[in-house]
């Protein structure tokens, strides 16, 4: 008899839990997963998700050696980070290196030579005055008179025995500016100063052979 009581406590004792378990399973929302994590401790899709420290100090060391934002543009929007960033430089004006070769002037000859060749224009008493030796000398070294004629070309001898020109040796005064006539040399105009050579107005002014004169050109005397 005392068996079959504790047989039935025990059956009831055993629904009791039955039944206490299954309402409590039915109170709990099948819906609502855990909060941020799973069980697993693995993040839950979806979840908000908070950034580790490790996490921040990685992303700062990518924007410092990127110069930016870690895009790789320096901040910009919508670029690829593997993209290297293009650098542009503005080209240093090239300087011309070739420098060009200064213009040769005749040089006048130094001394008195032993000869001397007339152009058109010159004269006997003109090469006197210009080397400064005597033109009654200079006439006869050469077999030449007062009116005795020369000519383009004509070669004469110089005289060197140190005589000076007899007169006046210069026949306009020099330094000065002279304007170019009509039909006039540089050898024309050398002879109306006197002692003066065409080639040094020549230096003086710049002028490469041919010395080609312009009417109204200016020209500085030496």
Do not use: W
Not at 136 to 160: F, R
């Amino acid at each position: 008899m005392d068996i079959r009581r504790m047989l039935r406590v025990s059956l009831v004792i055993l629904v009791v839990m039955v039944l206490a378990v299954s309402m409590s399973a039915c109170l709990r929302q099948a819906s609502t997963g855990p909060e941020g994590t799973s069980e697993e401790g693995y993040p839950v899709p979806g979840a908000s998700e908070t950034p580790s420290e490790i996490q921040i100090a990685a992303t700062a060391t990518v924007q410092a050696s990127q110069g930016g934002d870690g895009s790789g543009n320096g901040g910009g929007s919508g670029g690829d980070t593997n993209q290297p960033i293009a650098v542009t430089e503005t080209p240093a004006p090239v300087v011309p290196t070739d420098t060009p070769a200064p213009v040769q002037y005749v040089q006048p000859t130094e001394g008195i030579p032993t000869e001397y060749t007339l152009r058109y224009g010159e004269f006997p008493f003109c090469i006197a005055r210009r080397f400064n030796v005597n033109q009654y000398e200079l006439l006869s070294k050469n077999g030449l008179g007062l009116n005795s004629s020369v000519y383009v070309g004509m070669t004469l001898k110089i005289p060197q025995t140190g005589n000076h020109f007899d007169g006046e040796i210069a026949l306009k005064a020099h330094p000065a500016n002279y304007t170019v006539k009509a039909g006039e040399t540089l050898e024309i105009i050398a002879c109306k100063f006197g002692n003066v050579s065409p080639d040094l107005i020549a230096l003086q002014n710049n002028l490469e052979t041919p010395y080609t004169l312009s009417v109204g050109q200016k020209l500085v005397i030496p």
